[in-house]
């Protein structure tokens, strides 16, 4: 069998946590092999062994039939092997090609050179991978989703061929998703071989070919994605039967809750500004925002929160006008927050789990008393939180938010803005990276939430989320309200058109 990598009963242990135990993963030549797993599962660790950034306890790596170690990532370059992070990182006022070369660049021809002669080559792969770069934009003015092709072309660059992508569509709008498809299918007839982490069993049937299942750190098998079903990968996963569907009584909204009234907010972005846009979230009910991104949804959400002046227009909570109260002022009031960003709005990566669950209440009683510190409630407090959320970690508490895997990173956001018991919780993507299991019950809590009188507005790009979990749903398009709809009485379709700007009244 022609294998290209075969990672061989591997194991890797965190203080606290065994990662990867005894894992077995075999990589044919020209396949995309689907990684799943629960969050925590070992996915990433698994694959930053294969990419060389940490070295696995036990087992072995052959790559093309020989045996290997590979003690960095340099080792894996050399071997083609390339690795695109669950979190990429690119230099921001750097362009495409100066990001792509660093790390590579010989100094023989002087570097001006060498980058000219590196634009056209960029350029030429990005042509016949189909990758749609330009090399020499900024990286701070190219959407995520050309960020991530970035990524995918230094690898391609450093000529690697077996590629591994850590959640390449977690970040992805559906558009963007299908043209990553697309891009795979190109590197595959090239003879390339792909590794793909993702949460999304659709995409693993529309994707992969085979697919490898770990749980809690154990292979549990590789199947025939063909020949296998959504559910049959998702009971593999997590070791039960899972429901897509939400289950929730019908809504019984009370008073309004948040009221934004002719609210116009000028952009940062290039996306469109949000102009004169007026919504009502009433106490019991879930407003979900659907809208193609970049339609105002961003800028809905930082002024509702706080982050974004409003230029013209009121924001009012439970009936007192928050126009231009401080973020601080606003979570006094009542307002939660599931940010977009967990990495850069969420959580402070250096603090423990337990600080980063006290964010906004630290400074209360009994978290502090005459301005120290309590550490003894606080570690309490976090522990009611991970325990409730499953949120898995080696050391609990103790963990620092950094060595968190992505989706339990997300989960302990979840816990601490749902724990506070805002009065107003605004939820952005809040399931992005969750595992099928987590999804379901992070849905059961914030209907709970809604269930106990609280206001929720959900800001989803994927509109199966808003249809299955709203009450309500506003359709944005331009940085416009296209139209409210009750979630009952509608459907994908009328909501797609509406989302491109088609009006239920001019529908058909
Ligand atoms: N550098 C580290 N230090 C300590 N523990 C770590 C470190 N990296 C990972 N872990 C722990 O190892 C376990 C596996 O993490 P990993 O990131 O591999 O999960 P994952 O399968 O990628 O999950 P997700 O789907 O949420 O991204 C987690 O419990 C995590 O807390
Ligand atoms: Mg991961």
Redesign the pocket.
């Known amino acids: 069998m022609d294998y290209v990598v075969e990672m061989l009963n591997i194991r ?1 242990e ?4 065994v ?2 135990d005894d894992i077995t993963l075999r990589l044919k030549r020209g396949e995309i092999h689907a ?1 799943l ?12 062994i294969l990419f060389g950034m ?1 070295q696995p306890d036990r087992g072995t790596i052959q790559v093309n039939g020989k045996e290997v170690r590979i003690s960095n990532p340099n080792v894996a370059n050399h071997l083609g092997i390339g690795m695109v992070h ?1 979190h990429f990182k690119l230099v921001e006022n750097f362009t495409v090609t100066e990001n792509i070369i660093m790390g590579t660049e010989t100094r023989r021809w002087g570097l001006f050179l060498d980058v000219k002669q590196a634009g056209r080559k960029i350029a030429e792969l990005s042509t016949r991978y189909g990758l749609n770069v330009d090399p020499y934009a900024k990286i701070e003015d190219i959407s995520v989703g050309m960020q991530q092709r970035v990524e995918i072309l230094k690898m391609l660059y450093r000529k690697a061929d077996v590629l591994i992508l ?2 390449p569509t977690g970040v992805l709008t559906p558009q963007e998703i299908h043209e990553l498809g697309k891009i795979m299918k190109n590197l595959i007839a090239e003879g390339k071989s792909i590794i793909l ?1 993702t ?1 999304k069993l659709k995409e693993i049937k529309e994707f992969a070919d085979r697919c490898t299942v ?1 749980r809690r ?1 154990k292979t549990i098998g590789t199947v025939d994605v063909a020949a296998t079903s959504e559910a049959a990968m998702a009971e593999m996963m997590v070791g039960r039967q899972v429901s897509f569907k939400v289950q929730k009584a019908p809504s019984r909204p009370g008073e309004t809750v948040l009221k934004v009234e002719g609210l116009t907010v000028r952009s940062a972005r290039k996306s469109q500004a949000l102009k004169d846009f007026s919504l009502e979230v009433r106490a019991g009910e879930i407003v979900g925002v659907a809208g193609v991104e970049g339609n105002g949804q961003s800028d809905l959400v930082e002024a509702v929160t706080g982050l974004r002046k409003a230029e013209s227009g009121r924001i009012l909570l439970n009936g007192k006008e928050i126009t231009s109260e401080s973020v601080r002022q606003r979570i006094e009031d009542g307002i939660g927050h599931i940010p977009e960003d967990r990495q850069r709005r969420g959580l402070v990566l250096d603090y423990s789990l337990a600080e980063n669950m006290v964010l906004e209440v630290y400074h209360k009683a009994p978290f502090s008393r005459r301005g120290i510190l309590q550490s003894q409630p606080i570690r309490e407090y976090a522990e009611g939180i991970i325990g409730s959320y499953d949120v ?4 609990g508490a103790a ?2 938010a ?9 989960k302990a956001i979840i816990g601490r803005e749902i724990e506070r018991n805002p009065v107003l919780l605004v939820a952005v993507q809040p399931t992005r ?3 099928v299991g987590s999804i379901e019950y992070i849905h059961k809590r914030l209907v709970e939430h809604r269930d106990k009188g609280n206001a929720v507005l959900l800001v989803s790009l994927e509109l199966e989320e808003v249809l299955n979990l709203s009450d309500r749903i506003a359709v944005v398009n331009n940085g416009e309200l296209v139209g409210l709809v009750d979630a009952a009485e509608t459907n994908e379709n009328e909501i797609g058109l509406m989302m491109a700007g088609v009006r239920k009244e001019a529908q058909p």
């Open positions: 890797k965190f203080p606290g946590i990662a990867n990684l797993g629960e969050n925590g599962a070992g996915k990433s660790t698994l694959m930053s940490y669950q850590d959640e982490i949460h770990i750190g898995r970690s080696g050391e963990s620092s950094r060595s968190l895997s992505g989706g339990n990173q997300q990276g969750l595992d």
